[in-house]
Every structure is written in C-alpha cells, then in structure tokens.
C-alpha cells in the first residue's frame, strides 16, 4: 500500500511544476488574454469532466444535467460575493453545498430511475433549473447577474482542480468507490454483495453536484456578467462529451477529454458555424475507431511507458 | 446443533395469475447441507429470491437466526448474513478477480467517508487488510495468480469458482448456491463438491443448494427438498428421495 503514497508524491510533484511553468508564463505575459481566459476554463472543464465521470462513468448513472448543478454553485457564489461581499472562499463553500443539496434532492427520486429513463429526467432537471433562474429578478433573469468582482485567479483554479481530481480518485479506490462500482457493473450483484445501492448512487450524484457546484462558483468569477445562457443543456452536452471522449471511467480520461474539447471549441472560436460539425465528426469517428473513449479504463499510472515513475498503479490513482 | 437458521413458514409467490411458489414450508438447521431439486420452472429460483429479498413473499413468513427478515431489502440480508451465487453468473465483468472479492468485503470494511477522500486514519490499515483476505480466499479457489485479470476474461469454471469466492467474501452464516455446477464436466463438478463440502468445514458454514447434478446433490447433500409446480413434493434424505414415487414421476413422466 505504501506505493500508493509515494504515487500520490509523484503526482503532486509534478502538479506544482507544472503549475510554476503555467504560472510563469501567466506573469510573464507571454500568454495572450485570450489563452490565459481558456486555461481557466479547460481547469473549470476538467473539474466538470471529471466529476461527471464520478456519476457517468464510475456509478454508471446516465446523467445530462450537469451544467444545472454547476448554474446554481455560480449564482449562490455570484450573489454572496456581489451583493453580500463575502469572501471568495466562502462563496466556493457556499457554491458546493448548494449544488450538492440539490443533487441530494434531486437524486433520491430520480436515481431510481434506470438508463434513458434517467438521462430524460436529469436533462428536464438541468433546464428546470436555468429556467427557474431565468424567472427570479434577483439575480438578473434572462439578462444575466452584471457586476461579479474577477476572483477567479488560475492559482485559484489550479489548486481546486487538484483538490477535485485527488478527492474523486481517491474516493474511486476506497470501499465507498468500489461501491459505486460494483453498482457499474452489476445492481443485483452489487445489492446482493450487501452494497446499498440507493445510498451509494445518491451519494456519487451528491459529490459530482458539489464539484460542479464549485466548477461554477469559478467559472462565474471569471467573466464580469453571467446569464442562465451559459447552462443550456447544450453545455451539459459538452462535458458529456468530454468524458465520453477520455473514456467512461478514467480520470486521465476526462482530463484528456477536457483539454481536447476546450482547445477545439477555443482554436475555432473564429468559425463558429464548423464548431459544431468539427464535434459531430469527431464524436462519429470516435465511435466507430475507439468506443471506449481516449483512455477507456486506463490510467497514467498503469501505462506501459509511465511503469518505471509509478510502482503498480491501482485503478484510477491517476 | 439442531437449531433452525433459516424457517419459511406457509410462503407463496404470485406473479400475476401465476403461483410460482405456493404453500412453502421448510427448514434449514445449523450446519446442514441442504439441496433443492425438482425440473425446470419449478420455482427453484424463485425460492432463493424470496430468500434473499429479490421478491417479497406475496404470504407466508421467513425467519433467518430466529428473527424475520420479510421486507428486508437484499442487501440488508446480506448483512444479515446470507450470501448467493446466482444461476446466470452475475460478476462485476469489467472489475479485476481482486476487485469482484474485495466488493464483497464492502460492510465489514471499518472507514468512513473523509477516512477514503483524504487517505487517513484506518484507511490504508484496513485496505491492506482487505486484501490480504481476498487474496486468501482467492487461493482457495485456485484463483490467486488471475487475481489482477478482468473477470469476464475468466473461462467458465474459474467464473462460477469466483462468484463463490465472492459469496463467501460477505463472511455469511448462510450460503445460497444456485447451480454452482452448470456447465461444469463430471471433473470440474467432482472437484467442485470437494470444494464445497471443505469451504463448509472450513468456515463453519450452513449451505442451501440448488442443481440439476444428481450425482453432486445425492452425493454430498444431507437433506433434499424437492419442489414441482412450485410445492414441495417430496423431503428426506438423498435415499429416500431416490426411492419417492412422487419424485420418480415428477422427473420421467408417469401415469398421472
């Protein structure tokens, strides 16, 4: 067990290199505006990816209604920073937790709900929540919330997407995860292995809103305006795909996922109107050449050429 | 020694107009080994469902340890201490050999929520524990140099020696075998009652099983029950069943 600290080591390491190089070239403005903008949202994209891998790829609950959660983590945070003038932290706080009661909520009937039946629900859910946004003058409606001071910093982003990824691969490779998975794999099984499968879907559902949650606080502290636009189910959509992408199932995956997608949405930011033909494409190809996603199950740590820096992977300790 | 485990009292099962058991009445004592025969559709299954939860009885009572586990779900059962393996293998396929077991261990595993997200406290303890105990029971099964394999990719044989390996993971006082030996060759089946005579020494188990095998049934089971039509037939031990007109009929046909 111990390889698995020293895997942990390793993989903080190289995150705080990485995040001096990033942070370097931030300062150094070498890093146009616009890049910079798009490193905060492929770090906002990853903790979405990834955390709708949680509850899509690990519990194999089928859900679309992702970027709802992630609309009321940044609405909560809005209004307390805006017109509370609370710190950001307690606006995270305060984000994650009003995201994860409402998926609490939410999970205990629709989680009994199986397959398609789910993915209908849960996409109704995401647009129900938009538009009940859109509906209350407080914080703006249709027009959107103006006024939101700019604390996302990438530091900010950075250390909370680690935070994400380490919380989620770790809670994959406890009993609690292998829960979760078992439920994956096989209900009737897992109900019979004396897994309460109600209790671990709703609480996968209860962690991956709580995160996206957060993902929103963030995201709404990057811009100056943010309106209920921003979470159409098209938005769910998108991490959907980013997941899909890396492969149901992996965090590398999803990390994968979520740079792809942004780099392209980003690189054809200038032909919008090929965007969308670009995905289909890709999605299609992707289908027919590789179904399980980028990664499929695999993670860094038991690739071949990763072998010699990481002693025996276990699952998903990516 | 002859105190009752598990008690089913006046049970039936109704699906829709159908009574797929009816009048169930039967007994299973510490440490017996118990079999459940009767042709195809007899609701051989179905019993084990009502057992375990998977259905709840239409009537009737079922008593596990002297209290009553009606309205229970499976896996309040299964903590209760009876595990199954099913007819149709059920494993986590895409799951490793270690990880199909380790599954099993899931509410003996004493830590909390924080103690698995931060890695602390009695989390890498228990882990180690865990495994070193999956891979013990691996071995039993001769199963411990495929334990990092995918469990779909197993032969046949090795998949039903797994779904056992798993059951008994659960550490229950009761085991519920669903024709462990289908599709097994008379070798495999051999070394499988073997097995299964010495797990139940072993770990001081009570067995209830259900097979078409007659060698496997008469050869290691001590009391048979035999179910048609969803009614318990006949009961005794494997020579007076061998010698039941009515179990003779059931099984070749006869003037009725």
């Not at chain 1, 890093?31 to 891998?53: D, R």
């Not at chain 2, 309205?71 to 270690?98: D, H, M, W």
């Not at chain 2, 090795?158 to 550490?171: P, S, V, Y």
Request: proline share 3%.
């Amino acid at each position: 067990m111990k390889y698995l600290r020293k895997n942990d080591f390793i993989m903080i390491g190289f995150a705080v290199v990485l995040f001096a190089v990033l942070q370097g070239l931030i300062a150094g403005r070498i890093l146009s505006s616009f890049w910079q903008l798009n490193l905060l949202i492929v770090g906002i994209n990853v903790i979405m990816a990834v955390s709708l891998n949680l509850i899509n790829g690990y519990t194999g609950q089928f859900s679309l209604g992702h970027a709802g959660f992630m609309a009321v983590g940044a609405y909560v945070g809005v209004v307390l920073t805006t017109n509370f003038h609370l710190p950001f932290l307690a606006a995270l706080v305060a984000g994650a937790v009003a995201a994860g009661i409402l998926g609490f909520l939410i999970g205990i009937p629709t989680l009994r709900l199986r397959g398609d039946y789910l993915a209908i629900a849960t996409l109704g859910l995401g647009e129900i929540i938009r538009i009940v946004i859109m509906n209350i003058d407080y914080v703006g409606g249709a027009a959107g919330f103006k006024g939101i001071p700019h604390h996302t910093t990438f530091a900010w982003v950075f250390f909370l997407m680690l935070f994400a990824l380490f919380f989620i691969k770790n809670f994959v490779n406890s009993n609690q995860g292998r829960a979760c998975l078992a439920i994956r794999e096989n209900e009737i099984a897992a109900e019979s292995m004396g897994v309460n499968t109600t209790k671990y879907k709703i609480m996968a559902f209860t962690i991956g809103a709580a995160f996206a949650g957060v993902a929103g606080v963030l995201f709404a502290h990057s811009f100056y305006l943010i309106s209920p636009n921003s979470f159409t189910f098209m938005q769910s959509f998108n991490y959907l795909i980013m997941v899909v992408m890396g492969g149901l199932g992996s965090i590398t995956g999803s990390i994968a996922g979520a740079f792809v997608v942004t780099f392209i949405s980003a690189a054809l930011a200038s032909w919008p109107e090929f965007r969308m033909i670009i995905y289909a494409l890709a999605l299609i190809l992707m289908m027919f050449y590789r179904p399980q996603g980028l990664f499929g199950y695999m993670e860094v740590t038991n690739m071949r050429i990763f072998r010699k820096i990481f002693k025996k992977g276990g699952r998903a300790d990516g | 020694m002859a105190k009752e485990l598990l008690k089913a009292t006046d049970v039936s099962e109704v699906f829709g107009g159908l009574k797929a058991v009816s009048d169930f009445n039967f007994h299973i004592n510490k440490g017996e080994l118990v079999g459940l025969i009767g042709p195809n559709g007899a609701g051989k299954t179905t019993a084990f469902n009502l057992i375990t939860g998977v259905y709840q009885p239409t009537t009737g009572e079922i008593q596990f340890d002297g209290k009553s586990i009606v309205g229970l779900k499976p896996y309040q059962i299964t903590q209760r201490g009876i595990a199954r393996t099913f007819q149709n293998i059920r494993l986590f396929s895409e799951l490793t050999v270690l990880e199909n077991v380790k599954i099993a261990f899931h509410f003996h595993v004493k830590y909390g929520l924080l103690e698995s997200v931060f890695r602390m406290g009695r989390y890498f303890k228990e882990e180690e524990k865990i495994e070193e105990e999956a891979l013990k029971l691996l071995k039993i099964f001769h199963l411990e140099d495929k334990a990092g394999e995918l469990a779909k990719n197993l032969p046949y044989g090795a998949q039903r020696r797994l779904e056992i390996a798993r059951a008994l993971a659960a550490k229950p006082k009761l085991l519920l075998l669903d024709e462990p030996a289908a599709g097994m060759n008379p070798q495999e089946t051999k070394e499988l009652m073997e097995m299964i005579s010495w797990i139940r020494k072993e770990f001081g188990l009570t067995i209830l099983l259900i097979e078409h095998d007659m060698s496997l049934v008469m050869g290691i089971c001590e009391r048979i029950y035999v179910l048609e039509y969803g009614m318990i037939i006949a009961q005794g031990t494997p020579d007076v069943i061998k010698n039941d007109p009515e179990v003779i009929r059931a099984y070749l046909g006869g003037e009725a």
